[in-house]
């Protein structure tokens, strides 16, 4: 034991030289706790961590329904688009946050911290009597979410806001699982989103007829404590023992005072960053959410102006990170980081291919084929499933070939067939089994470059980046998925009235500005009819435009992954330190022939 906690000190609680590698007391802490560990102890942390998911899973299927029967019953629905836009902003934000929070304390006080934001913010909307409350209630419950989520981290769905079950949770999974068990693990984390996919409507449904929208919001106040106690309980009970054995480092602190003290977690936890990074997401994020919704669009000179000051401010990051920085958020070592550089441009780009081909594909469903409402939303579920089924074929995989670059190439090459083929199936003609098909084969592929590209981006940083490296990439993904759907949305809107225009020339431009807003009025006509038939002409040239510019895009991701280091994963917890789960020296064997092919 003496042996191995020498070999702890590699990584030092004060930075020696301009980059150093950092290992925080959180990172520290959760080496050691792999000491007291036992085989009942470590089964408990996987049930926690298994309860976790599911409530997660099962609050992200049901709640989001309930905002707009919230907003219904204060008569004041104006309120609920800015609701939702600090309410992205704050989940996307606040990933680097938690993981310094995580990093400088430990992972067990994370949770907590981030429990008592989550039953708060749904007290307060259960408890609400206006829809100001109903907003401060998610805020509040949107600081815990982001730290609460990565159920499927790097993996795009209908909801993208990817945070604490997301996040923690997988950097925790980091924590206590070798390379070659990490994307196995990782995903199966999502398997509840296999049943809530289809249940949570139901569920949803339910609550609303028989016990009312504040009810669904109150029940996860008690759920959410309930499922996470066993989780938190085991972390606390491991970091608590591992100081009372004093094999957890104590560490070099030099303040003294209390103002010296605050001013020392200040630094430790890069409050100027964090500030620097929250202001240019916040002011990138904004006019893309806004867009839609804003007087004038894009013609409203404020949705620029933001764009390019959060644009400007991006390399006010890089120089203050690099340079002044002395516990940096995002250090210099992750911009010259090839893992964690090519699986940000992937993420970020594979979103915004997603995210061009989803955002408007309900709405064309409704309208271009005669299914059922349930059909419909079945078919929008589709892809979610099948990206966490092969997630897991995924995982299990590279438990067996011990690589991951060549699952990412042939995931992405999966997803570009699964797109590019949406171009022919798309319209009221198209195959129903070849429309299917474009959602398995872009699930299927998702699901293998999800995971590979999360195990690739962990496995090229030290256990101390770890948690770091996790926000960073996931940040910018999900950055990229705001860039996809507002992409998503100009084209809609600027191509959609003339599309109308063009295959409905019989028809007034005030009805036709009615069949551009609503739905509902698009689907009172019945199909066969003129003015049905024109709308659905209308969808299918815009949605050809859209799947277009995503196939293209899509290409990029497929290209970059052939530049991403092939890591062995072995039993090590990261590919470039000989070192294991507790710290200690582990040297992976020499790969067989196999192995290496």
């Not at 004060?14 to 959180?26: C, F, S």
């Not at 680097?96 to 304390?105: E, H, L, N, S």
């Not at 990206?387 to 995989?397: D, K, N, P």
Request: proline share 4%; with cysteine; charged share 15%.
């Amino acid at each position: 034991m003496a042996s191995s906690i020498e070999d702890n000190k590699s990584l030092s609680l004060t930075p020696t030289r301009e980059d150093a590698v950092v290992a925080y007391e959180g990172v520290k802490t959760v080496e050691a706790t792999h000491k007291v560990y036992g085989k009942y102890s470590k089964w408990f942390l996987f049930i926690g961590l298994g309860l976790a998911a599911y409530i997660y899973s099962l609050d992200g299927s049901t709640t989001y329904t309930y905002l707009s029967y919230a907003a219904s019953a204060f008569e004041d629905h104006t309120l609920i688009s800015t609701i939702q836009v600090a309410q992205s902003i704050i989940i996307a934000v606040g990933k680097p946050v938690i993981a310094k929070v995580a990093d400088v304390t430990s992972r067990g006080l994370a949770y907590t911290v981030v429990l008592i934001f989550y039953v708060v913010g749904y007290i307060v909307i259960a408890s609400s009597k206006n829809i100001q409350t109903v907003g401060g209630g998610i805020i509040l419950y949107a600081i815990g979410y982001t730290y609460v989520d990565t159920v499927k981290l790097f993996i795009p769905s209908a909801d993208h806001h990817h945070s604490g079950l997301q996040l923690l949770t997988q950097i925790i999974i980091a924590d206590i699982t070798t390379l070659k068990w990490r994307g196995l693990v990782s995903s199966l984390i999502s398997m509840p989103f296999i049943i809530n996919a289809f249940i949570g409507a139901n569920v949803s449904a339910s609550v609303i007829k028989h016990a009312g929208w504040r009810w669904g919001y109150g029940m996860f106040a008690i759920l959410i404590p309930v499922s996470l106690l066993p989780l938190i309980t085991t972390l606390l009970w491991a970091e608590n023992k591992a100081k009372k054995l004093g094999i957890t480092p104590k560490p070099n602190r030099t303040a003294k005072g209390l103002f010296e003290q605050i001013m020392d977690g200040a630094n430790r936890l890069d409050i100027p960053g964090l500030v620097l990074i929250g202001t240019c997401v916040a002011l990138i994020l904004l006019p893309l959410t806004l867009s839609s919704s804003a007087e004038g669009g894009w013609n409203n000179p404020s949705m620029i102006a933001m764009i390019v000051i959060g644009c400007v401010l991006v390399p006010f990051i890089g120089i203050y990170e690099f340079n002044f920085a002395k516990y940096p958020v995002i250090p210099r070592r992750f911009a010259v980081n090839r893992s964690i550089v090519i699986a940000s441009i992937i993420g970020a780009l594979d979103f915004i291919s997603f995210y061009l081909s989803f955002t408007y594909l309900y709405s064309y469903i409704l309208i271009v084929k005669p299914w059922s409402l349930v059909n419909t939303t079945y078919f929008t579920q589709t892809q979610t499933v099948a990206l966490t089924v092969f997630g897991i074929v995924a995982g299990l995989s590279m438990r067996f070939m011990r690589r991951t670059k060549w699952l990412l190439v042939v995931g992405l090459g999966i997803r570009i067939l699964g797109v590019g083929l949406m171009i022919h199936s798309r319209g009221a003609h198209g195959s129903d089994a070849e429309l299917v098909w474009t959602q398995l084969l872009q699930g299927i592929g998702g699901g293998f470059a999800a995971v590979a590209s999360q195990v690739s981006a962990q496995a090229a940083v030290p256990h101390a980046d770890v948690a770091m490296c996790t926000a960073v990439v996931l940040l910018i993904t999900e950055i990229g998925g705001a860039i996809g759907s507002g992409i998503a949305g100009a084209i809609w809107s600027n191509l959609m009235p003339d599309k109308l225009a063009q295959h409905l020339p019989f028809v007034s431009e005030e009805d036709r500005a009615a069949l551009f807003g609503s739905i509902t009025t698009v689907l009172a006509y019945d199909r066969g009819t003129p003015i049905r038939e024109g709308v659905i002409a209308a969808y299918s040239d815009v949605m050809k435009v859209m799947i277009i510019v995503a196939t293209v895009i899509a290409v990029v991701p497929f290209a970059l992954s052939f530049l991403m280091p092939n890591w062995y994963l072995g039993d090590k917890q990261n590919a470039v330190e000989d070192a294991g789960l507790a710290g200690e020296r582990v040297v992976d064997p020499v790969p067989t022939d196999h192995e290496r092919q």
